[in-house]
């Protein structure tokens, strides 16, 4: 009998040992006295909502990283576009650049050929005048002048 009864207490120990590392696991301070409350009462209860609690706020926790871990990769997903679209644009104003100092150059070549145009305009309304007064000679030299119709 004796034998039993140290057994059982031996049993007893251990598992009130397994019990009391369990509760420290899921971060339950307790003391030898609650123990062995619990363990008269039955009350072994406080595992099963507790860890029922558990489950549940680690589910969520699970839930809100997914969510946080898809909002991430929406967020790089975004960087990249963006960063394509930096590499477009400074790719067409790369080109733009070229086409836009291509196009100076003609507007400055066009005022060049302007102001050239404009100085021989100015010298044929001069040869233009010029040759009214050869035309308009006195009746004297008019025998003079040269005949075209010929």
Known sequence: MRGHHEAQMSFRETCKAK??????IMDKVTTDEELEEMLQRDNLTIFISDNNSDCRITSQAVTEIERRHRDI?????????????????????????????????NV???????????????????????RYKIASLPRFLKPFKKDNSI
Not at 84 to 93: G, K
Not at 108 to 128: G, P, Q
Request: charged share 30%; net charge negative.
């Open 19 to 24: 019990i009391q590392r369990q509760l420290e």
């Open 73 to 105: 990769i929406s967020l790089e997903c975004g960087v990249k576009e963006l960063h394509e679209i930096f590499q477009d644009t400074a790719l067409l104003l790369e080109t733009q650049g070229e086409l836009i100092n291509n196009i100076e150059k």
């Open 108 to 130: 400055t070549s066009a005022a060049e050929y302007v102001v050239d145009s404009k100085e021989e305009t100015n010298k044929a309304v001069s040869f233009k005048k010029n």
